[in-house]
């Protein structure tokens, strides 16, 4: 099975930087997709942005040019730099990993890391 291992989260004032990480942890035939979602108190769960095994990035209109998602392959990880952070931003944000699942099944999977808090704020 698939495991997210997330950190990076906290508080920053307006304007401030995070760098968020989430590791991918487990056995699986294949990683198709990874990203961040986010949900703020009393809000649905949104995308922020993902990116493929072959590098397409997708992001949400509201973070574009001010947060950007990277992978390390080989470390089966994604990061999620977010600069020029508004109070707007404040949420619990959360890893998702799409994949195929290892031997003999090959199930399509789709996991969620246990999020992290980001607080904007002065």
């Known amino acids: 099975q698939v495991q997210l291992v997330e950190s990076g989260g906290g508080l920053v004032q307006p304007g401030g930087s995070l760098r968020l990480s989430c590791a991918a942890r487990g056995s699986f035939f294949r990683l198709n997709a990874m990203g961040w979602y986010r949900q703020a108190p009393g809000k649905q769960r949104e995308l922020v942005a993902t990116?493929?095994?072959?590098?397409?990035?997708n992001y949400a209109d509201r973070v574009k040019d001010r947060f950007t998602i990277a992978r390390d392959n080989a470390r089966n990880t994604v990061y999620l730099q977010m600069n020029s952070l508004r109070p707007e931003d404040t949420a619990v944000y959360y890893c998702n990993f799409k994949g195929i699942g290892s031997a003999p099944l090959y199930r399509n999977l789709e996991v969620w890391g246990q999020g992290t808090l980001v607080t904007v704020s002065s």
């Open positions: 990116i493929t095994g072959d590098g397409t990035t």
